[in-house]
């Protein structure tokens, strides 16, 4: 296990003060912070090694490239893809468009049925229904069982309906609940469908295994995993990567583009596409993002996922308990071990905002009030706004000390 103590130093932003006093930061679902080693990373890629990927033939062109593809490795061994499986993208959302958009394309036909869950960020709940309605399809959500993860009977029931595509979280951004996927991705393949899955809130929490899991797509984010904003992953299976068609096209992503008669105005082209996965990255590609996303992996690989995932459930066994009185009603399962580092809650009575505020300027804490961009599912929940605290590795019981006295504070301020 490691100590949060001695991580603290590594990351310049918790000696900030906010309102006077020391940073509190619980709002790690939203984005992480980053450690020096990344920032510097990033710094000497600009410093040392700046130049176009994939094209140049110069030295330092060469040296940004393997940089590049060395970071593509880091990726694919992190999450036990092939490096042919991994395309760099500027987040979840574009990831989750891209796939919304290319599965629907090649594989779904008016009145297919697509399934996804209550439990949904809106990036993978919005996509599905633009595609759906475009096509043609059914797009039908799950609801979640009592412990707030899918339910399995409703979607398997979907499945002998004949549903062609099964798009869920691994996580769920409100409630830290952990979808069942490999149990989901058993059921989804022995109906032929396929398995996207929406990993934003996952892989910067937990180990995660796309071999031992199955998913044919997964999508995730730099910067929720201590990587810089603006990168992203689209893990595609292989067998899919063949069959699909760019979204994007431009320079850096062909073998050839040929006229295909000598005089142009009455021609037109005949294209050969690169190999995956540089033929889904059409124009110059985010190199420092994936330059800093490599450094992230490298320092959470040292700490080990296992002992991240350990430590934000041991910040959630405390917090939980502490929340028990009247005042609170805790959204989602009570029991540190079904969930990741996240807890919903509200103050009974107040508005989740007026909290948030109150935390912020009272005491320097932050942390994300609001529907957490997943509204279907907080309404269900039975409210319109939930407070969301949210931990990582640098995050200690002290912290949630300080945070328990301020939400005293603000209670008697509001109350
Ligand atoms: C579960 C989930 N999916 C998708 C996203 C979208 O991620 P981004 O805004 O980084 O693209 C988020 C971000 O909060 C998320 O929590």
Not at 53 to 80: C, M, P, W
Not at 223 to 235: E, I, Q, S
Not at 346 to 367: F, R, S, T, W
Request: hydrophobic share 40%.
């Amino acid at each position: 296990m490691f100590d949060p103590n001695d991580i603290r130093h590594d990351f310049p932003i918790l000696n900030v003060k906010v309102n006077g006093k020391p940073l509190i930061y619980f709002d790690n679902a939203a984005t992480s912070q980053k450690p020096k080693q990344v920032i510097e990373a990033i710094e000497n890629f600009y410093f040392l090694k700046n130049a176009n990927v994939g094209r140049s033939i110069h030295t330092l062109a060469e040296e940004a490239t393997e940089l590049y593809f060395q970071s593509r490795k880091k990726v694919a061994d992190f999450i036990n893809a092939t490096p042919e499986e991994v395309v760099f993208s500027s987040g979840t959302t574009e990831s989750l468009n891209a796939i919304a958009n290319v599965v629907a394309e090649k594989f779904l036909n008016p009145k297919d049925i697509v399934v996804t869950s209550i439990l949904e960020h809106h990036s993978n709940l919005l996509p599905w229904v633009k595609v759906c309605k475009e096509k043609s399809c059914a797009l039908k959500v799950v609801n979640a069982n009592k412990n707030w993860t899918i339910n399995i009977e409703k979607l398997e029931a979907l499945l002998k309906e004949g549903a062609k595509v099964v798009s869920l979280t691994h996580v769920s951004n409100v409630l830290g609940t952990i979808n069942p996927i490999k149990e989901v991705s058993k059921l989804v393949h022995s109906y032929d469908a396929i398995l996207v899955v929406d990993a934003a809130q996952s892989v910067p929490h937990m180990p995660v295994d796309v071999k031992d899991l199955d998913c044919d797509f997964m999508a995730f984010g730099a910067h929720k995993m201590l990587g810089p904003m603006g990168t992203g992953v689209l893990y595609l299976k292989k067998r899919y990567a063949d069959l699909i068609e760019p979204w994007n096209l431009g320079g850096g992503m062909i073998k050839s583009v040929k006229l295909l008669n000598e005089v142009p105005e009455l021609s037109c082209c005949k294209v050969t596409y690169e190999d995956t996965p540089i033929r889904f990255e059409a124009g110059t590609p985010n190199v420092e993002g994936a330059v800093g996303l490599s450094a992230a992996i490298d320092y959470l690989s040292k700490l080990g996922m296992n002992s991240v995932l350990f430590h934000e459930r041991q910040l959630v066994k405390y917090l939980l308990e502490n929340l028990k009185g009247n005042s609170f009603e805790v959204y989602g399962p009570k029991d540190e071990n079904s969930i990741t580092g996240i807890v919903s809650f509200n103050l009974k009575g107040i508005h989740a905002h007026d909290v948030a505020y109150l935390l912020d300027k009272l005491a320097g804490i932050a942390v994300r009030s609001g529907h957490h961009c997943a509204q279907p599912l907080v309404n269900i929940l039975g409210t319109v706004a939930t407070v969301r605290a949210s931990f990582y590795i640098y995050n200690t019981i002290e912290e949630i000390n300080a945070f328990i006295e301020a939400l005293k504070e603000v209670e008697k301020m509001l109350k």
